[in-house]
Structure formats: structure tokens, C-alpha cells
């Protein structure tokens, strides 16, 4: 079983699409699969088809001691579980402040479905506050999203060095899974040199897949649907099976 956090402080790096289609592609090569919506804009649960009225409770009734892992998971249509959020989870930040082993609510509330699943996935917010040390102290691992764009460099210089800091704090097994290029346009040659740094830099850690700026992609959360199930020939959908292929062979003993 591997716990996946998705994280990156910087917003709209397609944090969210990598949750989802992850999830539902991983789902289709026949894994038990867990998302868990960490964000308090619930992106991640509405674009799993979930409305807003049936996630209740919510990780936020988890994350407060208010609920079990049972009853706050959802089952989608497209074969993978979902711990849903809404706006009620921004109250968590302040709540959780209070409470003991504030960073360990989420790592203690998945021992329950440790046995039930074969990935958990985490979309964290992007910010590094309490729920995202959650995410941080209850995976083994980090998938960092990002655009090769001149600033997402500096960016992932801030979120390696808060890694570090969880790392030697709170979790010591933490490490990063992989780096996924994002948005990916080939024409720009900016883009190039940006992606050629970050394999210099992470070497094996890049995956060789590469998410291409895809409009069904843009366009499947509007339909509450993954791309695979809006749009199964797209090449988003394509790039986010092959994202899940590409995982599988490296978890595989």
C-alpha cells in the first residue's frame, strides 16, 4: 500500500487534474485507489462527481476525531474511493491548532484503510499549512505537479526545503516519488530548457510522461468526470494512463 501526497505551493499546476485522473486511471489498471480532497475548495471531490450536498460528512469531520474513515468515504462511478471536502474544511486550520497530534490526524485516521487499498492519493491545498502537513506527515511519498516555467524552479527550490524540514520533524520516511511535467508545451523552447534543468537536477525522479495542455482535460471537471471516462482517446487521458503505468512499474517489487 503507498500513500501519495500531490502537493506544490504554487497554485494551478494541475495539483488536482493529476488527483483525479490518477486515480481513475489507476483505478482502470485494476488498483484499489483512495483520493483523499484535502483542499477546502473541493475541487478534487466535485470533479470525481461528487456534488457538494452528498460529501457529508467530510475529511474535516475526520481530521477533528467527528467521524471514521467509513463514514466519511464515498464511492464514485469511475472505480475509486473519495474522502470529499468543502468549504467547512478551512475551519479544520484553526481547529486543528488546538487538538493533540495535530499533525498526525490524518496519518492516524488512514490506519483503518490500510488494508483496503492499494494507493491512497492526497490533493493538498496549495499552501503549506496545517492540512497539508497532514497530507506531508501521512505519506510515504510526494508527486510534485509543476509547469516548466521560469518560476516553477524557484518554487520547487521552497517545497524541497519544506520537505527537508518534515522530514527531519515529523516524518521521517518521507521522500519524492517523482516530478510531473504539466501544461507541457513543446513549442516553447522555454519550456525545453526548463524540463532539461529539472532531469539534470532530479535525474529518474522526472517521469518520462508528459502531460500535454489538453482542452478535454480542461473541460472534463465541468462534467463532474476524470478524462478517461469524459474522453478516453484525448491525449490527456492517454498521458494520465500512461502516468499510471509508468507508477505501477516502479512500485512493482
Known amino acids: 500500500m503507498k500513500v501519495l501526497a500531490i502537493t506544490n505551493q504554487k497554485g494551478g499546476v494541475g495539483k488536482t487534474t493529476t488527483a483525479v485522473n490518477l486515480a481513475a486511471s489507476l483505478a482502470a489498471e485494476g488498483q484499489r485507489v483512495l483520493m483523499i480532497d484535502l483542499d477546502p475548495q473541493g475541487n478534487a471531490t466535485t470533479g470525481s462527481g461528487i456534488t457538494k450536498k452528498e460529501a457529508l460528512p467530510t ?3 475526520l481530521l477533528i476525531g467527528a467521524a471514521t474513515l467509513t463514514e466519511v468515504c464515498i464511492q464514485t462511478e469511475f472505480g475509486f474511493d473519495v474522502l470529499p471536502a468543502n468549504r467547512e474544511l478551512a475551519g479544520a486550520e484553526v481547529e486543528l491548532i488546538e487538538l493533540d497530534e495535530r499533525e498526525y490526524r490524518l496519518k492516524n485516521a488512514l490506519q483503518a484503510g490500510h488494508a483496503t487499498y492499494d494507493f491512497i492519493l492526497i490533493d493538498c491545498p496549495p499552501a503549506l499549512n496545517m492540512l497539508t502537513v497532514n497530507g506531508l506527515v501521512a505519506a510515504d511519498s510526494v508527486l510534485i505537479p509543476m509547469q516548466c516555467e521560469y518560476y516553477a524552479l524557484e518554487g520547487l527550490s521552497d517545497l524541497v526545503e519544506t520537505l527537508r524540514k518534515v522530514r527531519s520533524h515529523l516524518n521521517s520516511r518521507l521522500e519524492i516519488e517523482g516530478l510531473l511535467r504539466t501544461m507541457y508545451n513543446s513549442q516553447s523552447t522555454l519550456t525545453q530548457q526548463v524540463s532539461n534543468e529539472l532531469e539534470n537536477h532530479f535525474g529518474s525522479k ?15 471537471p465541468s462534467y463532474g468526470k476524470p478524462v478517461i471516462a469524459f474522453d478516453k482517446s484525448s491525449k490527456g487521458a492517454q498521458a494520465y494512463s500512461a502516468l499510471a503505468r509508468e507508477i505501477l512499474e516502479r512500485v512493482a517489487p
Open 206 to 220: 522526472v517521469y518520462q510522461t508528459i502531460v500535454p495542455r489538453n482542452v478535454r482535460l480542461a473541460e472534463a
Open 59 to 61: 475529511v474535516y469531520q
